[in-house]
Every structure is written in structure tokens, then in C-alpha cells.
């Protein structure tokens, strides 16, 4: 400390982390630089970095961003980023409250938020970065919806929001708009139909929900209409009858057609439709000596499958 009558503080500059004084000694000659001493004074005068409070969020997509009062601060600086680290961009500058409300935020989008303080002497360095996605805004809706070809009819999507809760599945019959809510899901991006009524075809869709409602439909799926495998004839003499067999995975079909040609197979005409449960038939109507193919097609709401493999018999004289 200096008494006033001998030396007056002639000047003061300022620094991020230090004050430093001139002090003019009137005992020294007036144009005397040895008179003038600097001393550096140590303590930061720009306010500390402030801290987070908490992070509160309204239903229309606005951000209420609180903070711990800095001392020595005169206002303070919002500052948001869409990527990690910046770069920054002011959104609200000389904030006197310790309370900033963001608004129009987009919709499942991320936010990289900063707080400083400022006064007289500048502007503190950042606070610690706050990423934060809006919990109230509408989910994406998924896409790239496909169901397997097996019978399982197991559902998978692509998952493109971070802030949905889980899924709506929905069904409808095939040709009906009478769609039903199956399951609500979790986070799994998959989903396995274990209640559909067999021999029916089926056609689902599903959104994401939240917080925030229900998104758009993902775009709409039919369960597979397989083809019959595997088709086999063999002439039974004793029964003078050719018997014709095949395979089926999946139960969406709600019939199959049997068709055949004699003596080539250039002129196939259906001769029968089978329950969806056998996958076998009997031809009673052949003559002798004569060589017969066979094929076989599923059917259902949306149409028909592709043929099985030929099948050949021929009958005995």
C-alpha cells in the first residue's frame, strides 16, 4: 500500500488474468521514467466460466437453458453449434437473466450449447458443452420396412430418430384398409408375427412414437406369397392314377392350382384347386400310354406365385 501524498495511480490496463497498475511517485521529477513503476496484480477480473443449472423442455419444441450466476458477471452469451466442439454461433448475447429460451429447434436434431460471462474487463472462456436433442419433437418415421420370406412373417426397419419411444405395429388383411395395432415395441428394430390366422395374406406398417406424438407410416409391406417346391408324379398302376406331390414353406396362401399339359409341355390347363392344407393331388382322368406334366402355382389376395418345378408321369399301356 502507498500513501497518497507520495505517488497516484497514473494508469491501469487489463489482461484475462491480470490487472496491471502504473504508479506515478511524485516524488520523482515529472518527465522522469524511473519515476513510474508497474505493478502486476494478480486475480482474474473477467468473470469465471458459468455453470450449468439445468436444461428444461416445453412441448412446442423450445429449450429452457439455466445457469448458476457467475460472479462479477454483468451478462452473459448463449452460443449453439450443431456439431461437436463447435464452431459457435451467438443466439442470445447480453442475457441479464439466468434463464435463456431457444425456440424453433428442429425437430430430433442435435444442439451443442456453451454459456459465457461477461463484464467491463471481457468475456470469460466457455462453460462445459451441453448436447441436447429435444425430448417433445415428433419422432422421424422408419423406413426400409421388409418382412422375411419364411413363414414367420418377422418384420425389420431402419431406426432413423433418437427420440421415439418405441413402435406401433399395425396389420390389415390384404385388400382391406381395416388396419389393427398388433404391438407397441420397444427399442428393437424387429418385430415377429406370432398372432396372424394362417392362409391369409397380410400387409403391415408402422411408426415411431414419444414424447412428442406419433410419427408418419413407414412405407407398407405384404407378406410373402412363396412357391410351391419340389412337385413330384408318379403313376400308381394298381389305382390307375397319377399321384402329385410338392412342398410349401409359409402359410400365406389360400390355395393352390394344379395345371397340366399331355404329351408336352406346351398347352398346361388347371384341373384342380387344393385346400391350402394338402400339398398333394390325384388325376384320375388319364389314358394309356401316355406321358403327362404337372405343375403347381399358390394363390392368395395378391395374386399368384411363381410355378413350381415340372413334374412328369407317364401311364402304362
Same mark, same amino acid.
Given at each position: ?20 497498475? $502504473? ?14 513503476? &508497474? ?6 477480473? %473477467? ?14 419444441? @423450445?429449450?429452457? *437453458? ?17 456439431? #461437436? ?5 451467438? #443466439? ?80 390389415? *388383411?390384404?385388400? $382391406? ?11 428393437? %428394430?424387429?418385430?415377429?408375427?406370432? &398372432? ?44 390307375? &392314377? ?27 390347363? @388347371? ?10 393331388? $390325384?388325376?384320375?382322368? #388319364? ?18 406365385? @411363381? ?11
Amino acid at each position: 500500500s502507498m500513501n497518497d501524498d507520495t505517488s497516484r495511480i497514473q494508469k491501469q490496463r487489463y489482461s484475462d488474468t491480470a490487472r496491471y497498475v $502504473q504508479i506515478f511517485f511524485t516524488d520523482a521529477p515529472e518527465n522522469d521514467s524511473a519515476g513510474v513503476r &508497474e505493478f502486476r496484480v494478480f486475480g482474474n477480473l %473477467c468473470p469465471s466460466a458459468p455453470v450449468w443449472n439445468s436444461v428444461d423442455y416445453s412441448s412446442d419444441n @423450445q429449450l429452457t *437453458l439455466s445457469l448458476k450466476e457467475s460472479a462479477g458477471a454483468k451478462y452473459y452469451t448463449v452460443k449453439r453449434a450443431v456439431s #461437436i466442439n463447435g464452431p459457435y454461433i451467438p #443466439i442470445g448475447e447480453k442475457i441479464t437473466a439466468l434463464k435463456y429460451t431457444t425456440l424453433n429447434l428442429l425437430a430430433d436434431s442435435e444442439s451443442y450449447f456453451v454459456i459465457t460471462a461477461s463484464n467491463d474487463y471481457g468475456e470469460s472462456v466457455h462453460s462445459i458443452e451441453r448436447r441436447e436433442i429435444p425430448e417433445y419433437t415428433v419422432p422421424y418415421a422408419p423406413t426400409n420396412l421388409t418382412i422375411s420370406s419364411d413363414e414367420n412373417n418377422s418384420l425389420s426397419w431402419n431406426d432413423n430418430s433418437r427420440t421415439e419411444s418405441g413402435y406401433e405395429i399395425q396389420r390389415a *388383411l390384404y385388400g $382391406q384398409d381395416n388396419w389393427i395395432t398388433m404391438n407397441y415395441t420397444g427399442g428393437n %428394430c424387429s418385430f415377429t408375427d406370432t &398372432e396372424r390366422l394362417p392362409y391369409k395374406a397380410y400387409k403391415y406398417r408402422i411408426n415411431a412414437y414419444g414424447v412428442g406424438g406419433f410419427s408418419a407410416y413407414s412405407n407398407t409391406v405384404v407378406s410373402p406369397l412363396n412357391s410351391p417346391k419340389n412337385a413330384t408324379a408318379e403313376y400308381l398302376k394298381t389305382s390307375n &392314377e397319377i399321384f402329385i406331390n410338392w412342398t410349401m414353406v409359409g402359410k400365406n396362401h389360400e390355395k393352390f392350382i394344379l395345371e397340366r399339359s399331355v404329351g408336352n409341355q406346351n398347352n398346361f390347363q @388347371q384341373i384342380a384347386e387344393v385346400v391350402p392344407e394338402n400339398t398333394y393331388s $390325384q388325376d384320375v382322368d #388319364i389314358m394309356a400310354n401316355t406321358t403327362y406334366y404337372y405343375r403347381v402355382c399358390a394363390l392368395n389376395a395378391t395374386g399368384k406365385s @411363381q410355378y413350381s418345378p415340372v413334374a412328369t408321369a407317364t401311364t402304362s399301356r
